[in-house]
């Protein structure tokens, strides 16, 4: 699995993680049925996780499936409420999860984010967190997020970013390349929706040469391949589909002509 640095952060990561949203709000037999996931994603290379209080369970659950493993993980969290009391309270319970330290903290979809981001930096100085970003998935917040990357206050972002979803590609990443930015991708396959839509077997043939073996893989693989982006973070519930995943983080990544490819690929299906 390839690692990328943020800049001036000293943060290493794997090009593909994995998020949290929905498959890890689960109890009783799914939580042990997680454990197994997350073991395939460690032994595949996959160890950075997101999550969110936004997200149910999952903050609390991927704790204890991390449980004696927490120092072999790059855990990324955020926070996400109106309010600065309960921004606090929210970094108190996930710093009791995780060990005392949240390495990457975001503000979910900017909410809130002149309110949280002094407590955020005050952690940081306290060695709580290592870096400080800010989320969004929508287009028409762009405009508000690269405010917030010019404001120079955060060292990385999450954005959506997939072969059928390239807006980023005009401003935010540029911007994003220009400060140095540590970048990572949620909706990597559209949720899944995409990855649902497989193309047929021989237009996917051309990209063996590449390792890539299933649908999946080409969408991940075509994200990582822009240099500018630091991690993939895509979220299943299946351990066979964790090994499947990782295996899109190794080189040879495509050349913009296959990206293309790939692109079309997904427009169409
Ligand atoms: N505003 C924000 O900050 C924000 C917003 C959205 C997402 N996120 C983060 O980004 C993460 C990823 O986004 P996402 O969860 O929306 O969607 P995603 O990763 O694009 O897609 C996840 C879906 O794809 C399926 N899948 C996974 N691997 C597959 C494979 N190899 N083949 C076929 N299907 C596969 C999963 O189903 P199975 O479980 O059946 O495998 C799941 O339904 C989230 O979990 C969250 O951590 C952040």
Redesign the pocket.
Known sequence: MEHRSFGGTRIDVPVIGM?????FDVRGRDERDRRGVVEAALAAGTTLF???P??GRSEEVLARVLEGRRDRVILAD?VWTPSAEEGRAQARRALAWYGGVVDVY?I??LVAWREHLPMLEDLRARGAVRVVGA???QHAAFGELMDVMRGGRIGMI?I?Y?AADRLVERDVLPLAAELRLGVLV???????R???RVPAAHELASLERFGVR????ALLKWIVSDPRVHCA??????AA?AT??AAAGDPPWFDPDIREYVARLAARA
């Not at 973070?233 to 299946?238: E, M, R, V, Y």
């Open positions: 998020g949290t949203w929905q498959t997101d999550t969110s936004m997200y955020k975001q979910h979809n989320t969004h998935y999450q959506p997939n949620m909706k990597p396959l559209g949720s899944g995409l990855a649902g299933s649908w999946a893989q973070i895509p979220a299943t519930s299946k589909r499947e995943n």
